[in-house]
């Protein structure tokens, strides 16, 4: 068996062994505001429920190993004492991602991922009206567990209101396993999908994607694409050129003859079977093409 002791590794290889071996783990996705009342959206897979009476859910938004430089989500949370957490399930999993990218403080991730804000009834921060099941929480305490990068924070969270969406619950009111479709994070790039088993999700670019915001309205407003599709399409650093567009679809006639014919909605669901295919750059190409 190989052994090792943490303080003989590096903090990245330390971090990458810990993720692979502890999982799955749950998603929070944490909804924030700072001090001028801007939105933050990230999510963190250190997390967990902590306990009932008093319902106690624990996150941590941690020091960035590589620079040891603190997140937005967690200055805001020693800021304004209130946070929202969204549970994660498969229908958001995509946008989820692309939140976590590292936009530039006062962006708001929600309109980067195409997420719905809605007004929370008793904390000041938003919740993803998107998710199935959403806790509204007054912050305790925060722990912070070290100073060096790599180093927990741990956000110690009261829940003060719950939503539920009715069409997760089974015939006794309670949440349904198999409705709720949970996600969970695992090592690498790697997720589990409660109903199905494990897949992947690229982890978002490091540098800038355009985000949802960015995209033609037909597009954001598509009833092909789901929410997933967006948030892949929403990961791309830019969009194609038109020289780009037209040696694609020079080289792909039945995809010139689909975008000739003006048919929106099997533009948009070829679209989809490029996105399907581990494809962005192309699907871009044929919903751009005029």
């Not at 995509?94 to 936009?103: A, G, I, R, V």
């Not at 998107?130 to 110690?156: M, R, W, Y």
């Not at 949970?182 to 355009?210: C, D, H």
Request: glycine share 8%; hydrophobic share 40%.
């Amino acid at each position: 068996m190989f052994s090792l002791e943490p303080k003989d590794v590096s903090v990245g290889k330390l971090h990458q062994y810990l993720l692979g071996a502890v999982g799955p783990r749950p998603i929070a996705f944490a909804s924030t505001i700072d001090a001028e009342g801007n939105p933050n959206l990230s999510p963190f897979s250190f997390f967990n429920v902590f306990g009932a009476n008093p319902p106690v859910l624990i996150f941590s938004p941690a020091r960035r190993g590589r620079d040891n430089t603190t997140k937005h989500t967690f200055e805001n949370a020693k800021k304004v004492d209130e946070v929202v957490i969204n549970i994660v399930n498969y229908d958001i999993v995509q946008q989820m991602s692309l939140s976590s990218t590292e936009y530039a403080e006062g962006v708001n991730e929600f309109e980067k991922a195409g997420l719905t804000m809605l007004k929370s009834d008793l904390v000041k921060p938003f919740r993803v009206a998107e998710s199935p099941v959403q806790f509204e929480c007054k912050i305790q305490d925060i722990i912070e567990t070290g100073t060096e990068g790599g180093a927990g924070n741990l956000v110690i969270c009261h829940v003060v209101k719950m939503h539920i969406k009715e069409d997760i619950l089974d015939e006794n009111g309670y949440i349904d396993q198999y409705k709720i479709d949970q996600v969970a994070r695992m090592g690498g790039n790697w997720y589990t999908r409660a109903r199905t088993g494990m897949f992947e999700v690229p982890k978002p670019l490091s540098t800038l994607g355009i985000g949802v915001d960015a995209m033609p309205e037909e597009v954001r407003a598509s009833k092909v694409l789901t929410g997933n599709d967006l948030g892949i399409l929403g990961n791309v650093e830019s969009l194609p050129e038109n020289g780009e567009i037209e040696a694609f679809l020079n080289e792909n006639t039945e995809d010139a003859g689909l975008v000739k014919s003006g048919d929106t909605e099997k533009i948009h669901k070829q679209a989809k079977v490029y996105l399907e295919n581990g494809k962005p750059e192309d699907a871009w190409k044929i919903l751009l093409a005029k």
